[in-house]
Each structure stands twice: as C-alpha cells, then as structure tokens.
Nanobody, 128 residues
Framework: QVQLVESGGGLVQAGGSLRLSCAASGRTFINHRMGWFRQAPGKEREFVAVIRGDGGSTYYSYYAASVKGRFTISRDNATNTLILQMNSLKPEDTAVYYC??????????????????WGQGTQVTVSE
C-alpha cells in the first residue's frame, strides 16, 4: 500500500511561485511513474506533469503544454518526495492539485485511470 500526502498549496498573485510537495510512504519504486494532476471547479481532472527514473541516474519528465516552461517536476529519493515547482503562475492554474503514483509504467501517463494511488489534494489559488 502507498500513501501520498500533498502540501504547499495556497494563495498567490499572478506571476508568483509555489512549490508543492507530495510525501510518499509505503513501497515505491524510482522507475515507476509519479505525477501531478489538477482539477478546477466544474472541470475534469487533468494531467500536469509526470516523472519516472530508469533505475539509474536518468529521469524522464513530461508536461502538459499549458505548464511547460513554467512548472518543473522532480523527485527527492532520499525523502521519497515528489516536488512540483510552479513559476509564473496564472489565474487559470487555480485548481486542486493531486499527486499520483502508478505501479509500473503501462498505458499513457496522460490518463488518470492508469494511476493506482492518489493523494487528498492541495488547493492552489492564483489571483489576478
């Protein structure tokens, strides 16, 4: 069993930055996917970013087009923590952000159904 706990959300002005963390407990593997999704009011949960290692020192990360160049996903293996650094925030980034973990790497990382574990979410609000 894997448990995920997000933190770091809050209220920030447009153009500002926030750093989200997701602490994972239980048995996780560096070469399995961990990702961030978000859900705005009245909208479906959408992909933000994902990362996985190759078992060595190489990590692969992918981003939604809407956040590429502004957000950075990383993984601290020493503390088993997933990080999302968000810069140049926009009001349209306002959403509840969720951390997710997949046992393995099958299927498209873009879809919520391939992930096996989810955190409870953390609210990010970006004001004008």
């Amino acid at each position: 069993q894997v448990q995920l706990v997000e933190s770091g959300g809050g209220l920030v002005q447009a153009g500002g930055s926030l750093r989200l963390s997701c602490a994972a407990s239980g048995r996780t593997f560096i070469n399995h996917r961990m990702g961030w999704f978000r859900q705005a009011p009245g909208k479906e949960r959408e992909f933000v970013a994902v990362i996985r290692g190759d078992g060595g020192s190489t990590y692969y990360s992918y981003y939604a087009a809407s956040v590429k160049g502004r957000f950075t996903i990383s993984r601290d293996n020493a503390t088993n923590t997933l990080i999302l650094q968000m810069n140049s925030l926009k009001p349209e980034d306002t959403a509840v952000y969720y951390c997710a973990y997949q046992r393995g790497n099958s299927g498209s990382y873009y879809y919520t159904h391939v992930y096996d574990y989810w955190g409870q979410g953390t609210q990010v609000t970006v004001s004008e």
